[in-house]
């Protein structure tokens, strides 16, 4: 694994050697937040372990590549942080993670490692989740306008029941989010004590394995989740008998 930090101080020092270092690093990245923002990431995901954000050694290539850019003020990296038309559409991250697949393609990158890149920029920016998230709205639009022919009266109707439907919905879903959050830490605090270590990464395997990617990325959407229900953090401590921060070390960062 390589850091953020580590990538964006290489760039400076190859792109911009005559700045103050400390300065065009800090620069660099807010320019890559500004970036992830405007593509509908945001960057409190890609934190995890103590604080860091690291990608696999072999994401380093197209991580540079964007913060090259950001740093010559040049490329399509550049073009997007500097539009000032607010969020990109799915679309336009689309053909965003398209010019990196070309990229990698034209460079003779293997497809196990093109699709790696593709899937961590489809996290990176939330990509498959919005889109399904579109869906339902379309899929609600869509209800509400089939509604339209009948009175007023059964619109209203054929709206409350709707509600009805997705409010109990909701509820299953915070109820099986909060026991999953419980079960989660339960087996965690489980494994790091038979492992015998206080990082729950070992638990996951090779740090070149996409899918010990897929279970640390779980992980920062699960101590977000928390962090933004503070009563289900509650819960899951007082079944583990601990602080999240036993487990997930970054908790309060």
Known sequence: MISLRQIIKEVVKEELPFENMDSAEKKLWRKFTKLIQRCGGD???LFMGKGKI????????FVK??????AREEGLSHKIWEDKDGSLTLNEVHEFIQYFIDYLSQKGYSEADIIGVAQSLDMMFQLSAREKLEYCHRMIDCYAENLTPYIYTQQVLGLENLAKKLAVESVC??????????????????GMELGDTDNVGDLYGDDEDPVCDEYM???????LYMKKHPEIRKIVEEQIGKPITSIWKDAEA
């Open 43 to 45: 960057m409190k995901t």
């Open 54 to 61: 690291e990608f696999p050694n072999e994401e380093k290539e």
């Open 65 to 70: 590549i964007i913060l090259v850019q950001l």
């Open 173 to 190: 879903s915070t109820v099986n989010a909060a026991i999953h959050c419980g079960e989660l830490a339960e087996i965690l605090k489980m």
């Open 217 to 223: 990325e779980r992980d920062k959407q699960v101590l």
